[in-house]
C-alpha cells in the first residue's frame, strides 16, 4: 500500500489567542496549536484538518498547569508568547513562512527550534529540531548501541525482537530525548517528547549532524520541549507532564530471583529453603508462565501449584515475597470464563470486520484486551482477583509489546515461537473517545503502558492498603508512573553486560528510575566469571532481579564457591546501602531525578565526564565502574571533580583525574564523592529482617554537604498522609580536618523506636576531642562514645529523633 506523500506545512495564516496559556494556529488546511505551561514546558500540537482529540489524560498525563499568557504579533509576522514565573520562564515565537517555532530561555538563548514541518494526509508527520555540531542526545527509552545516541536512526515501535547488541527497536519506546549542549555560557541541557504513541523515527544528527529528525506514522504530531538548564531540570520537568514513579515497596528494592521456570511448589519451597540456608539476600522469588494452567493468564495449574496459598505464607515467614508474571494474551477457550467475560463485554481488540481479534502465544490462540478502553482496564483489574487472594505481592507483565508468533516449531516438548505477527487489520478504542476505533498500529506503543495502568488498577482494588509493585517488559513516555522495567530478554556475554550499563543509564535519563536487566544474561550459557562481574554491578541496579531462560540455572551458587561468596557480598552491600537507596527512589518520587546517571548529571561542566559510559553514578555520592571485560583485573577509572574515596579502603584522591584500580574478582571498583552522608544499615538476608544496626550514618568529608534522610513503613501509603519520618542531614567540612554534622529533628508522624545511631567518618586523623551538642564525648564509652582506629572515627550516639550536632576536632 502506498504512502501519501508529504507537504510542507503551509504558512501561518492566522492566530488566535486561547486563554489562559496559548495560542491557535491556523495554516490553510492545517491545525496547530501552542501552550505554555508553569514551569517554562512548551505543549505544541499540529495536524492537517482538525486537530485529533487531546489523549493526555487517558496516556495518564498529569494536570498541565498552565501559565498566563498574551500572545502578540511580531514585527516580522507570526506570533510569540512569553512567560515568567517562580517555576520557570520560557519565550515561544511563530514564524509565519516558512512555520518555524523557536522556544527561547529568558535571556534569549535558543532551546529549541523547530523547522521543516511537513504533513502527510494519513497523518503521518515530520518536523525537525535544529542541533549545534557538537550537541550529545542521550535517553531515547530502551535502546541499545551507545550512551551518546548522535549519528543513530532510530526507531520507535514496541517489539519482542532477538536483543542484539545493536537491535532497534525493542520492547520498549520513549520518544524523548535529553540534549547536552555546548554554549558560550558553560553546557545547558534540553529535553524534547514527542508524544505520539504511534510508531516514530528520530535520525539523531545521523542524515545532518546540525538536525534531529522526527517523524510520526499516524495522528500528525504533538511536541513538548522542557527546558533545563540542567539534567535534573529536564527530568524533574518532563516528569511533572508525564508522571513520576511513586516510592516502592521497600522489599522492591531488594534481590529478586527468577527463573524460566520454577515450575512447582516443591521447587520454590527448596529454593527459597536453599537460599536462606546460603545466606543470600534476597527478597522475592518470581513465577514465570510455567505456575499457570495451560498458560491461561491469572489460573494455578492444579498439580503443580495445588496450594499457592500456603506457598505464599511459607514463603512469607522465611521473609520473602512471591512475584508472578501476567501475559496480555487470553487462551482462546470458549470453556472458559474470562476468555467468554472478555468476549462478552467488549473487551478484546477487534479486526477491520469486527471479529475478536486472536494471535498464536503461549496459550494457542489468544485474544488480546483492548486496554485503551477504561472498562477493559477495569475488567482487566478484576481478573487479578485469584493472584490477590492468595497473597501475591507484585506482578511482572510480560509479552505485552504485544507480542505474538508467525509460527512455532516443536522441539521435543519444547515449543520453539518464529517472532513476528501480522497485526495489521485490528483495532482498538480510541482512548480519549472510545466511541471511535483506530487502527491498533495508531496506538502501539502505548499497549503495554495502558495495560500497566489496569495492572495498578488491580493493587488498587485488592490490596489498596499496600504499595503497588509492578514491572514490565514494554512501555512508552510515562510507564514509570504505573511500573518498573527490565530490559527483556539479554545474552549472557560480556558485551551484553556492557551494554546493560548504557541502557540503564538511558532509560533512567528517558524517565523511568526504576529500572533493570537479568542479572547474569537471560540466554546462553553464563559462565562463573562473567556471573561474578554482572552481579556486582546488578546488585546495585535500581531494581536487581536475576533471571534466566530455561535449560540454564542461575542462582548466585551454580558458579562454584568462590562465586557463590562474591555474589552474597554484592548482595549483602545492596542491602547496606538500601537505606540510601530507598532515599533515592523517595527522590524519584518527588523530583523525577534517577537513582543512576550519567556522570554528566552531576559535572555538566566537566568536558571528559560527558564520554564516560561505563561508569554510574548512583545518586549524588556514589561511582561505580564495573568491571566489563573478560580476564581483565584491573581498570581505568575517571574521577570527576572534587574528592572521592574508594570505597573499601578509604583510599582518597582529587579529581578531575584518571586512575588504575586493581579489581581482582572479588572486588567491584566503588567510589565515594567526598562531602557525603551515606544512610546505611547492617547487612540483612531480607528488607523484612531487622538490622542489627538500622541506621548507620558514613560520613565522607572533602566538601560541605546538605541532604535528607528519609524512614517510612515502607510497605503502605500512609506516607502520603505524613507518616514518615525525615531527617535533615547537614555537614560542614572545615580547614583543618574540623568537621560538624548536624542532624536535624525527626520530622513527620512515621515514629521509629528509639535505637542506636553510629557515624562513621572515613579519612578522619585521629581526634583530640569529639563533642554531641558541646557536650564531650568519651573515647572508648559506648553510647555515647567514641573509637578512632585505621582513619576511621567511630561514634555511637543514643538516637531519639532530636537534633544532633556533632563536632569533632582533630589533634594538632
Ligand atoms: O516468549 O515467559 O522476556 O523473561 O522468561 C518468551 C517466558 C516469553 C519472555 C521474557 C522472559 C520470560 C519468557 N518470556
Same mark, same amino acid.
Request: charged share 30%; glycine share 8%; with cysteine.
Given at each position: 500500500m502506498g504512502e501519501a506523500p508529504f507537504a510542507p506545512v503551509p504558512a501561518l495564516r492566522a492566530w488566535r489567542s486561547r486563554p489562559p496559556d496559548g495560542v491557535a494556529l491556523e495554516l490553510g488546511a492545517v491545525h496547530g496549536e501552542l501552550r505554555i505551561a508553569r514551569d517554562g514546558c512548551v505543549r505544541l500540537r499540529v495536524a492537517s484538518g482538525a486537530l485529533p482529540p487531546d489523549r493526555a489524560a487517558a496516556l495518564g498525563r498529569e494536570p498541565w498547569s498552565a501559565a498566563r499568557v498574551e500572545p502578540f504579533e511580531r514585527d516580522e509576522g507570526g506570533v510569540a508568547l512569553a512567560f515568567e514565573g517562580p517555576q520557570g520562564a520560557v519565550c515561544v515565537e511563530v514564524a509565519p513562512q516558512p512555520f518555524g517555532v523557536r522556544v527561547l530561555d529568558r535571556a534569549g538563548v535558543v532551546l529549541a527550534e523547530l523547522t521543516d514541518f511537513a504533513l502527510a494526509s494519513d497523518g503521518r508527520a515530520r518536523v525537525a529540531l535544529r542541533a549545534g555540531a557538537r550537541d550529545r542526545f542521550f535517553g531515547f527509552?530502551?535502546?541499545?548501541?551507545?550512551?551518546?545516541?548522535?549519528g543513530r536512526r532510530l526507531r520507535m515501535r514496541n517489539q519482542d525482537p532477538?536483543?542484539?547488541?545493536?537491535?532497534?527497536?525493542?520492547?520498549l519506546s520513549i520518544p524523548f530525548f535529553l540534549r547536552l549542549a555546548s554554549t558560550r555560557a558553560g553546557r545547558r541541557a534540553d529535553g524534547v517528547l514527542l508524544d505520539v504513541p504511534a510508531p516514530s523515527r528520530f535520525d539523531v544528527a545521523a542524515s545532518h549532524p546540525e538536525r534531529v529528525g522526527m517523524e510520526t506514522d499516524a495522528g500528525g504530531l504533538e511536541l513538548l520541549v522542557f527546558p533545563g538548564p540542567s539534567p535534573a531540570d529536564v527530568l524533574r520537568r518532563y516528569s511533572a507532564w508525564t508522571g513520576r514513579a511513586p516510592r516502592? #515497596?521497600? =522489599?522492591?528494592l531488594g534481590h529478586h530471583q527468577s527463573r524460566w521456570?520454577?515450575?512447582s511448589e516443591q521447587e520454590v519451597r527448596r529454593l527459597a529453603a536453599e537460599i536462606r540456608r546460603r545466606r543470600l539476600p534476597t527478597d522475592a522469588i518470581h513465577l514465570d508462565i510455567d505456575h499457570m494452567d495451560g498458560f491461561r493468564?491469572?489460573?494455578?495449574?492444579?498439580?503443580?501449584?495445588?496450594?499457592p496459598k500456603g506457598l505464599v505464607r511459607d514463603l512469607a515467614t522465611a521473609g520473602f515475597r512471591l512475584v508472578c508474571f501476567v501475559d496480555p494474551g487470553v487462551k482462546?477457550? #470458549?470453556? =472458559?470464563s474470562v476468555f467468554r467475560d472478555g468476549v462478552e463485554g467488549g473487551h478484546f481488540c477487534r479486526t477491520r470486520d469486527d471479529r475478536v481479534f486472536t494471535l498464536k502465544v503461549w496459550p494457542g490462540d489468544a485474544a488480546l484486551p483492548d486496554f485503551a478502553r477504561s472498562e477493559t482496564r477495569r475488567w482487566w483489574a478484576d481478573q487479578h482477583r485469584p493472584l490477590f487472594e492468595v497473597g501475591v505481592a507484585g506482578i511482572l507483565n510480560d509479552m505485552n509489546e504485544p507480542a505474538g508468533w508467525r509460527r512455532e516449531l516443536r522441539i521435543g516438548r519444547r515449543v520453539v515461537p518464529l517472532r513476528g505477527q501480522d497485526l495489521s487489520g485490528v483495532e482498538q478504542a480510541d482512548?480519549?473517545?472510545?466511541t471511535r476505533r483506530l487502527p491498533h498500529e495508531h496506538l502501539r506503543n502505548a499497549y503495554g503502558h495502558l495495560e500497566c495502568r489496569a495492572t495498578r488498577e488491580a493493587f488498587e482494588r485488592f490490596a489498596p492498603e499496600r504499595r503497588p509493585f509492578v514491572i514490565t517488559r514494554s512501555g512508552f513516555a510515562g510507564i514509570q508512573r504505573w511500573a518498573a522495567v527490565w530490559t527483556g530478554?539479554?545474552?549472557?556475554t560480556w558485551s551484553h553486560l556492557r551494554l546493560s550499563v548504557r541502557m540503564l543509564l538511558n532509560l533512567s535519563l528517558s524517565g523511568v528510575p526504576l529500572c533493570g536487566a537479568d542479572i547474569g544474561g537471560f540466554a546462553l550459557p553464563c559462565s562463573s566469571e562473567l556471573y561474578a562481574r554482572w552481579i556486582q554491578i546488578g546488585a546495585l541496579y535500581p531494581f536487581a532481579r536475576t533471571h534466566s531462560m530455561w535449560g540454564k540455572r542461575q542462582e548466585?551458587?551454580?558458579?562454584g564457591r568462590r562465586v557463590e561468596a562474591i555474589a552474597r557480598a554484592a548482595l549483602e552491600l545492596r542491602m547496606r546501602l538500601l537505606p540510601y537507596l530507598y532515599g533515592l527512589c523517595c527522590e524519584a518520587e518527588a523530583s523525577?531525578?534517577?537513582p543512576w546517571r550519567p556522570l554528566?548529571?552531576?559535572?555538566?561542566?566537566?568536558?571528559?565526564?560527558?564520554?564516560?559510559?561505563?561508569q554510574v553514578l548512583i545518586g549524588p555520592s556514589l561511582l561505580a565502574a564495573p568491571v566489563?571485560?573478560?580476564?581483565?583485573?584491573e581498570r581505568q577509572v575517571y574521577l570527576p571533580p572534587g574528592t572521592w574515596f574508594g570505597?573499601?579502603?578509604?583510599s582518597r584522591w582529587v579529581g578531575p583525574r584518571r586512575i588504575t584500580v586493581h579489581a581482582p574478582l572479588e572486588r567491584l571498583p566503588l567510589f565515594v564523592r567526598g562531602g557525603s552522608v551515606l544512610p546505611t544499615q547492617s547487612p540483612v538476608l531480607h528488607e523484612g529482617a531487622r538490622p542489627e544496626e538500622p541506621l548507620v550514618l558514613q560520613v565522607f568529608p572533602g566538601a560541605d554537604f546538605q541532604g535528607t534522610h528519609e524512614e517510612d513503613d515502607?510497605?503502605?501509603?500512609?506516607y502520603r498522609a505524613g507518616r514518615v519520618a525525615r531527617t535533615a542531614l547537614r555537614l560542614f567540612d572545615r580547614a583543618g580536618g574540623r568537621l560538624r554534622l548536624e542532624i536535624g529533628t525527626r520530622e513527620g508522624t512515621h515514629a521509629i523506636p528509639p535505637r542506636l545511631l553510629r557515624i562513621v567518618v572515613h579519612?578522619?586523623?585521629?581526634?583530640?576531642r569529639v563533642t554531641c551538642d558541646a557536650t564531650l564525648l568519651s573515647p572508648?564509652?559506648?553510647?555515647?562514645g567514641w573509637r578512632w582506629g585505621e582513619g576511621r572515627l567511630e561514634v555511637r550516639l543514643p538516637d531519639a529523633g532530636t537534633p544532633r550536632c556533632l563536632e569533632v576536632e582533630p589533634a594538632p
Open positions: 527509552g530502551e535502546k541499545s548501541g551507545p550512551l551518546d545516541q548522535r532477538d536483543v542484539r547488541l545493536d537491535r532497534d527497536p525493542l520492547y516502592p #515497596p521497600r =522489599w522492591a521456570s520454577y515450575a493468564v491469572f489460573t494455578w495449574h492444579p498439580k503443580r501449584f495445588p496450594d482462546a477457550d #470458549p470453556q =472458559w482512548p480519549a473517545d472510545p530478554d539479554n545474552l549472557s548466585p551458587w551454580r558458579f523525577g531525578a534517577p554528566f548529571w552531576h559535572f555538566p561542566d566537566d568536558e571528559p565526564a560527558a564520554d564516560v559510559d561505563d566489563l571485560t573478560r580476564g581483565v583485573r570505597f573499601d579502603d578509604d515502607g510497605e503502605s501509603l500512609a579519612g578522619c586523623p585521629p581526634p583530640l572508648g564509652a559506648d553510647a555515647p
